[in-house]
């Protein structure tokens, strides 16, 4: 599996009252949690944004509540992937669950900039920033993570077995 993409950046401490705003938790449809998505922390997110494109954070990312709405609006929105130094752990677990790739970089996620042009193997974990022609290695995908995220989540895994 692989991602191909131009990168939107952002800080630290990314939570999922700002990924998607509590005001609209009442909808769980995907495609109208997308037309909110990060609009509390950057209002063109949804205007910028293009299928293939990929998130990339500092420290942290999705931490806040637990709620599987966060990630549902980033996939959605026709993000690839998301690279961050770290992750909050329960976001880990929804993005898997919900089949939305996420790789853990630190050298990666301080290097790469706003803007730039990125490749990510999920088999191997290395991750590529055309732009600048550096390569940094992330962890790969153990293969019953590969599976999950190519069934586009657990659901559908499970129902494929």
Known sequence: MQAKGTVLKYGD?????????ARYLNSSDPAELATHCMEDLDRDFVRKVKKGDIIVANKNFGCGSSREHAPIAIKASGVSCVIAETFARIFYRNAINIGLPIIECPEAAKSIEDGDEVHVDFDSGVITDLTRGTTFKGQ??????????????????????
């Not at 401490?13 to 705003?21: G, H, Q, R, S």
């Not at 790969?140 to 494929?160: D, H, R, S, T, W």
């Open 13 to 21: 401490n990314v939570d999922t009252d700002v990924i998607i705003p």
């Open 140 to 161: 790969a995908f153990p293969p019953f993570m590969q599976k999950i995220i190519k069934a586009e989540g657990l659901v559908n895994y499970i129902n494929e077995s």
